[in-house]
């Protein structure tokens, strides 16, 4: 069941309040797996960020030569 379907306007706060939640979580429980991945993805994200010129360029055929970007 769709509970904030119709409630477009606390999207923003919602996936907020989520993320939090979920850094609370890895932080409290397992801080060396959110360490390593936070380091990891950033990595990943300043690559894609680098293959695309700031997503700029996100064409398919850079994506299918950069399919590593893709999960990022």
Known sequence: ????????????????????????????FAPDAFRSTRIKTTQDVEVALHATGNLTDVRPQLLREHPD????
Do not use: E, G
């Open 69 to 72: 970007i893709l999960p990022t």
């Open 1 to 28: 069941m769709p509970v904030n379907l119709n409630k477009t306007h606390q999207w923003k706060a919602d996936v907020a309040l989520s993320v939090d939640m979920y850094n609370d979580w890895f932080i409290n």
